[in-house]
């Protein structure tokens, strides 16, 4: 059974198309990822989904209802935990989620037994009572993401959850995410965060420009971008952009990308290039400080697809 | 509905914990309140407003015997002015800078001829600048009197004109006739009309300063409280809580009007603490009438709540609101007659102030404190209120609805 199914959704602003005409749709019980880099489109296509924003054209359907002609139904199926951590400052981490709980139509003792439930879940029970505005930034992202658990969603959407989090927290918070799938949560998560998307999803939309170029499992994925290496040169100093030229002459080379001190170029055939490369640099004067084979993942398969890392 | 009064009532508790806001919208009016009212209290006193004024007629004419006579030595002006006769202009300017009359009437030799006959001429008046508010009432009364008398000797002298030139009268009878129309300016005593709030009634109080200024402050105060809860709308949207409300399961037009009636929350508390402080720690008198005073707090609210969403819906940031805001908030509170009673005004600015909402809810709370009014009395300000806070709230919403059809 499908909770998600987009047909031909779009959104533009004004002339830039924002999200162009697409179509994917989401099982029951699955981690759907969409990954891309900044301005890809995830957030629009989120914000179609979650009945923020109205697509210019076409449409979509959550758990069978239109986000477009039922969209208060949607919102009910659905829980939204947003990119920015969209919380009152001022008012403690319990009283937060009161306020989100009464917006869903819960109250009374369905609302306390909720509140506790989700504060449990995201281990912030003992620090309940504290405002929100002397959290770390990793505590206000796990409340940020309860408050999307209250309304006990068929469909958890999260926009880019662990921007800015640190380690430790990020692993805390998708660990949390897995274990709420295994509860048979569905989840439809976005990040340019090749890792997150790898770590946790079982089928992932690659999107770049308003369009999904790949659509897959990870496996599927990776058999798209064959047997190519990713080979990286960090250098001491800088690299001049005519180096690019050049290595792209090379037979074997598909992609070549310099970010400053750093020549990164995706092959067939990575170690039988590795002296013309080399050689290439060295006549220009640069030094290289170290060399790494990175074997195919979803980072190559982005380079590959558009020619551009999910940095950029 | 329950969702409307729920966001209402989280925006106010989020406001009552920021420090900044006590400050800004309760703290501030109260210490203005006392200040003012401590310093500004002799201009008003505890005795009946007199302005001292001493007068040099060097004319001695029939003009200058009605502006003395019939209008400054009136029954209903007699009651504020206190008019002494000097024969010597250099006096005058001494007893003035001394402090001896708050103002100083000089009136021209020949003045009246000079009027009659077309040509220019003024009065002069002399101000001490420690009793200006006092001066202002001699300056208002003359200068009404004086465009009076202006306008109708320009009609005369056109008249006189086109007559002549129309051969329709002999030139030797116009100076006959001109000094017979002139003469109908004695009429026009009557058409000089000063009011002044503590001459109504019998019963009427007194001002006290601390009075007027809990009034005055209070209801300049209600829309910097106003401007803060509408700028929690931009606050959100920044921080993103308004765009998790639109994803939630309830009507749009909810989320605004939660928004709104967290304003009036807001703004309703403010008054409401500020009335209270008023007449516990200052002992301002707020009128005997409680359902006058609610109506005139909850239309004075609702007005000023509309006025701040109206303004609001012209802007595109809470820094806008939080710059703009108080400058609104310091022009209606002046023109308004928060700052300086509206009977200082000159007449044109007299009338700017009639399309303020201070001066209508000032009016109203003076009505309650100083004139012993009732409900009834107060009906006609509630009502010119609340149909300000229909424009106002229809003007903000419709704009507020045209953006966001632009940004879907």
Sequence with gaps: ?312 | MKKIFLIGFKDLKIRSRDFNAFIGILLMPLILIFMLGIVFQPLWTSKPFIVDTAVVDLDNDYISDILIKDVLKSQELSKIVNLVFLNDENELRESISKGKYAAGIIINKDFTKNIISGKDDKIIILADPEQAIKASVIKNIVDTFTLEVLKRSVVIDITAKILLKESLIKKEDINYLTNEWSKEIENLKSKIEIKFLNEKSEESRTIVAMDYYAVGMGVMYLLFAANNGTESIFEEKRKGTYQRLFIMPLKKNYIFLGKIFGVFLLTITQFILIILITKFAYKVNWGNSFYGLVVMVLSSVLCFSGLSIFLASLMKSEGQIASIGPAVSLILGFTGGGMFPVFTFPPWLNTISKFTPNRWAIDGFFKLMFDKGNLIDILPYASILFLMTIIFYLTGLTIFRLKEKRND
């Design chain 1, 1 to 312: 059974m499908n909770i998600v199914e987009t047909q031909n959704l779009t959104k533009f602003y004004d002339k830039n198309k924002a999200v162009d005409n697409i179509n994917f749709f989401i099982k029951k019980g699955e981690i759907f990822g969409l990954l891309g880099p900044n301005g890809a489109g995830k957030t629009t296509t989120v914000s179609m989904l979650s009945c923020l924003i109205k697509p210019t054209s076409g449409d979509a359907t959550i758990c069978g209802f239109s986000i477009l002609k039922d969209s208060l139904e949607v919102k009910k199926r659905i829980g939204v935990v947003p990119q920015e951590i969209a919380l009152y400052g001022t008012l403690s981490a319990r009283e937060n989620l009161i306020f989100w709980g009464q917006m869903y139509g819960l109250y009374g003792k369905n609302l306390k037994r909720k509140v506790d439930e989700v504060l449990e879940i995201v281990s912030l029970k003992d620090r309940q009572n504290e405002l929100i505005k002397k959290y770390s930034g990793g505590m206000k992202r796990r409340i940020n993401i309860a408050v999307g658990l209250l309304a006990s969603p068929e469909l958890l959407i999260l926009d880019e959850p662990t921007v800015g989090v640190d380690p430790q927290s990020r692993i805390n918070i998708l660990e949390t995410l897995k274990n709420l799938n295994n509860n048979g949560l569905t989840i439809l998560y976005t990040s340019h965060y090749m890792e997150e998307v790898e770590f946790l999803c079982h089928t992932i939309a690659i999107m770049d420009l308003g369009k999904i170029i790949a659509l897959g499992s990870l496996n599927e994925l990776r058999i798209l971008v064959g047997e190519k290496d990713k080979i990286i040169f960090s250098t001491i100093n800088d690299i001049k952009e005519d180096i690019k030229d050049r290595v792209s002459k090379i037979e074997e080379v598909d992609k070549v990308n310099i970010f400053n001190k750093s020549l990164e170029i995706l092959t067939l055939k990575g170690r039988k290039i590795l002296p013309e490369v080399t050689k290439i640099l060295w006549d220009e004067g640069i030094r290289i400080k170290s060399v790494e084979i990175k074997e195919p993942d979803l980072e190559t398969l982005f380079l590959s697809l558009t020619g551009k890392t999910l940095r950029d």
